[in-house]
């Protein structure tokens, strides 16, 4: 089995290959906007033409290409550099949201605690949702080391009482439905599996004369049915209605598919489930409560930081969307 640090590497490079431009899909339909924009052009604008930038923990590119945009905005050059430890794709993320890439050098399979860049390269380090899903210690000591002195990072960190926290916690109880009270998906592969041998329709069609069969077939219609059910009546559990949606076409199609084939189309949904409720336990694991948030900023300082009092961002001046902590590096 592999180790949980390569796991969610894969879990955030299956997220990123799907083509979304940043971790909040349902908050933001382009780019970041509102609050988060203004606070990064702030954050930018305090940099000189010509200053190297390196957005850790980039996705694919979002904080990245507003710092271009930033420039653009000044009339300055940024020389803006993204990494992440996952599988990233700025360049067709961008192309699809339609969004101008620039110049920025990103470099996927890096991890912000050992940068590979060499000391003192930067005038500015920026994370968004990032740092507080590694190493945070020593991610700070690696920020400090390959900033300049006097340096300036930024970090947009998850608060534990958000509405993305509120949005993962209530996801992660329609996956507990799921694998504890209505296992769809299992009882589907189950079936399946046991329909493999057929390789025809009508072989198919005579294995289902099974009252066994039978048996489970309307067990997974029962499940198709309660599933659609919760979906419809919970908040957020909309994409256990798209999970139902695929078995159920996965068994319409069986016929011109194959159960081959249909078993293998709900392994890749279990995968992505299973993905996507990793990156559910991630942020849930990487939120920071107000002490949390205190001890990030006592980690900031004994990286040789000075650092400023942490803000919350709100928007439209109710909804919380993180901390925010800026940081300078020491001479
Ligand atoms: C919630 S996403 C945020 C992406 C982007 N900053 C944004 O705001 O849209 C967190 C990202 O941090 C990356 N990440 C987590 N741990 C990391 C590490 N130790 N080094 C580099 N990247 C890391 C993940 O792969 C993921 O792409």
Known sequence: MSDPKSQS?????????S????????????????EIREHWMQFFSR??????????????????????????????????EGI?????????????????????????G?????????????????????????NVAKGLGEAARILKPGGRAGFVIHHAQSE????ARAELRVFDFLRDDAPLLLESCELLKNLLPAGSAGELASLMQDSA????????????RRVAEFARTRPNAAFAEDIAKQVALTFRRITETGPVSALERLVILGEEMAAHRSRLLAICEAAHDQQ????????????????????????????????????????
Do not use: M
């Open 19 to 34: 083509g979304a431009l940043h971790s909040c899909p349902n908050a933001f339909a382009g780019n970041y906007d509102d």
């Open 164 to 167: 993305a926290l509120e949005v």
């Open 110 to 134: 890096r991890s912000f605690e050992e940068t590979e860049f060499p000391s003192h390269r930067f005038d500015a380090v920026s994370s968004q949702f990032a740092v507080e899903y590694g």
């Open 292 to 331: 949390d948030i205190e001890g990030f900023c006592r980690l900031a300082n004994l990286a040789g930081f000075s650092v400023e009092a942490p803000r919350v961002l709100r928007r439209g001046g109710t909804d919380l969307l993180g901390w925010t902590v800026l940081v300078t590096r020491r001479e």
């Open 47 to 80: 940099l000189p033409d010509g200053a190297r930038l390196l957005d850790i923990g980039t996705g694919n590119g979002a904080v990245a290409f507003l710092a271009l945009d930033a420039g653009r905005l000044l009339g300055r050059t940024f020389h803006v």
């Open 213 to 224: 069969l039978q048996a489970q077939d309307r067990k997974v219609h029962e499940l198709l």
């Open 9 to 17: 590497a894969d879990a955030w490079s299956r997220y990123w290959a």
């Open 84 to 108: 992440d430890a996952a599988a990233i794709d700025p360049a067709a993320a961008a192309r699809r949201h339609g969004i101008e890439a620039g110049t920025v050098a990103f470099h996927g």
